[in-house]
């Protein structure tokens, strides 16, 4: 073979060969024009979803807000006594209606988070008084005398710079559910610092949680399949509202459980979510025991 057949031999190779890349840079470009589409589309739809989810909410606050109201009215005996069995029954309307009107919020709050429109909002706090409005806010909610609700003293003194509010939601999440699925014993919020971080436990003696459900539990719509929860409403909304939030207050959530032993749900959040000024001076810590129990009125 001579040397002319050999260079139109590599040429007609060489062109081949430029054919077929440029047949692949067509397939590429095809593709991302394709991947394009699908994520137009795929935020269009979480869009309005998010949307749809806060037009929903916004909607059914007014006839909530007036079945409480009516409720409260009742239970007030405003316009004359009720019998037992009629308090009984406002008293269901009264508990069905404070239900319904957590899992809007939870809606609500979880279309905000979609849309990137939750605000955080950090200020120095002391610890002592987060755990003082959540005692507060848990007493009146106490109907099981078989568990009692427990907040340790923290072994972490300083102030916190974060938003108390997301915080306190996410606590507010897992004690709530701790006293739901815990039929008899004790629910345990304590606060411990690990470096630059704090980190918050909720510790129930409940019913626990199964191995292969824990890698789920902070989906979306997410819930326990057990006796308990056939008698718990609930949109399966809290748990993975808390993790969000608690990403956007640079931390993480964790779930340690055994099933039938108990559960113990954790945030992880800094010390300081941001840059901030000098901390406050600290506040004279109020002098008590070990722990602070808090158990039915």
Known sequence: ????????????????LQEELDETNRGVVALYAELDVQAEQLRRATELKSRFLAYMSHEFRTPITSMQSLSRLLLDEVDGPLSAEQRRQVGFIASTSAEFSQMVDDL?????????????????FEMVDLF???????????QNPDVTLIFEDSSFAGPLYTDDRKLSQILRNFISNALKFTVSGEVRVSAVQDGDFVVFAVADSGIGIAPELQPLIFQDFT?????????????????????????LLGGSVTLDSVPDKGSVFSVRVPIRLAEATTPPPKKDKPSSSSSTTTGPS
């Not at 073979?1 to 081949?16: K, P, Y």
């Open 108 to 124: 609500l709050d979880l279309a905000k988070v979609e849309a990137g429109r939750v605000e955080i909002s950090p200020a120095w």
């Open 132 to 142: 003082a409005a959540l005692r507060g806010m848990f007493k009146p909610l106490l």
């Open 1 to 16: 073979m001579n040397d002319d057949t050999q260079v139109e031999l590599l040429q007609s190779q060489l062109a081949a």
């Open 223 to 247: 819930q326990l399949h057990s006796p308990l929860q056939k008698r718990l409403r609930g949109t399966g909304l809290g748990l993975s509202l808390s993790k969000q939030l608690a990403v």
